[in-house]
């Protein structure tokens, strides 16, 4: 499931981000960089010890920053690590940080002449951010970042279970009627 943005595609798919052949993949990081699980755990795993030596060195990410690593031995050459919010109520902050791990995400892509990328839906598993919520906010970013920045051609969101598959279907449509 896809829509057009100027000549960029925003698309939705289910299944494994350690799998992609975007030029990144974005991961869902905490603020010391280092192993967690879900995602994060899933990415490096797969993407070897490389990935977690360069994030080591780099030593800390705010939340609602990113950073840049390699990919070691994942498809994509780089792994933009950023670092959602914690999620409480909804009233401290936290769709504004949410917003901000795509946008930096996103400008740190466009910065390294990155065209084609993957997102998680971030801060969504033990974050507890609720996935309707943050599917919104994440489309809606992205979308609004496409009509500005078009250089970025391909941003796909890869995600877990049917249940997040079906919110940012949800959410896309709604989109694609603006």
Known sequence: MHIIINHSILEIVEGDITRQDTEAIVNAANEQLRVGG?????????????????ARRIGYCPT???????GGDLKASFVIHTVGPIYKDGRQGEPELLASCYRESLALARARGIRSIAFPSISTGVYGYPVADAARIALGKVKAYLQQ???????RFVLFGQEAFEAYAAALGELAQE
Do not use: H, K
């Open 38 to 54: 879900g995602v994060d755990g899933a990415i490096n795993r797969a993407g070897g010890p490389r990935i977690q030596e360069e």
């Open 64 to 70: 609602g920053q990113a950073v840049i690593t390699t």
């Open 149 to 155: 920045y078009p250089d970025i051609r391909l941003v």
